[in-house]
C-alpha cells in the first residue's frame, strides 16, 4: 500500500459520511415541509369572516386583531414555503377567530340580559303605579 493510498482512503471515507449525511438532512428537511396548509388558512379565513359578522371588532377587538395578525403571518409563512409554520399560525389564528365570535355573541347576550332586566324593572315599576291608583 502507498502513501498516497492509504492518505486517500483516510480522507474519503469521513468526506463520504460527510456527504451522505448532508443529503440525508437535506431529503428530512424537504420531506418534513409536508403539503402546503391551504386547508388551515381557509378554515382561520373563515373563522375570521364568522367573527366579523358576529361584531368581533366592537365586541372582541382584542381577539380579533390577534387572529388578523396570526393570519397575515401564517400567509407569509405560506409564501416562504414554510409550511409547518404556516400551518401551526393559520390554527393559531382559527382558534382566536372562534373565542373573538364567542365572546362577541357572549357580549351580544349580556347586554340583551341587561335590556330585558332593565324593561321588566320598568314594566314592574308600572304595575306597582297602576295598583295604588
Same mark, same amino acid.
Given at each position: 500500500?502507498?502513501?498516497?493510498?492509504?492518505?486517500?482512503r483516510r480522507v474519503a471515507r469521513p468526506a463520504a459520511a460527510v456527504l451522505a449525511l448532508?443529503?440525508?438532512? !437535506?431529503?428530512?428537511?424537504?420531506?418534513?415541509?409536508?403539503?402546503?396548509?391551504?386547508?388551515?388558512?381557509?378554515?382561520?379565513?373563515?373563522?375570521?369572516?364568522?367573527?366579523?359578522?358576529?361584531?368581533?371588532?366592537?365586541?372582541?377587538?382584542? *381577539?380579533?386583531?390577534?387572529?388578523?395578525?396570526?393570519?397575515?403571518?401564517?400567509?407569509?409563512?405560506?409564501?416562504?414555503?414554510? !409550511?409547518?409554520?404556516?400551518?401551526?399560525?393559520?390554527?393559531?389564528?382559527?382558534?382566536?377567530?372562534?373565542?373573538?365570535?364567542?365572546?362577541?355573541?357572549?357580549?351580544?347576550?349580556?347586554?340583551?340580559?341587561? *335590556?330585558?332586566?332593565?324593561?321588566?324593572?320598568?314594566?314592574?315599576q308600572e304595575a306597582g303605579k297602576r295598583t295604588t291608583q
Amino acid at each position: 500500500m502507498t502513501p498516497n493510498t492509504s492518505l486517500h482512503r483516510r480522507v474519503a471515507r469521513p468526506a463520504a459520511a460527510v456527504l451522505a449525511l448532508s443529503a440525508a438532512l !437535506f431529503l428530512g428537511a424537504c420531506a418534513s415541509k409536508g403539503p402546503p396548509p391551504t386547508d388551515a388558512l381557509a378554515t382561520a379565513r373563515a373563522a375570521i369572516t364568522q367573527a366579523e359578522a358576529a361584531q368581533a371588532g366592537q365586541l372582541a377587538p382584542v *381577539e380579533l386583531l390577534a387572529a388578523r395578525d396570526k393570519l397575515v403571518k401564517a400567509d407569509a409563512a405560506m409564501r416562504a414555503e414554510q !409550511f409547518p409554520e404556516a400551518r401551526r399560525l393559520a390554527n393559531q389564528a382559527e382558534a382566536d377567530g372562534v373565542l373573538a365570535e364567542r365572546k362577541a355573541r357572549a357580549e351580544r347576550s349580556r347586554q340583551a340580559a341587561v *335590556e330585558l332586566d332593565r324593561a321588566n324593572a320598568a314594566l314592574k315599576q308600572e304595575a306597582g303605579k297602576r295598583t295604588t291608583q
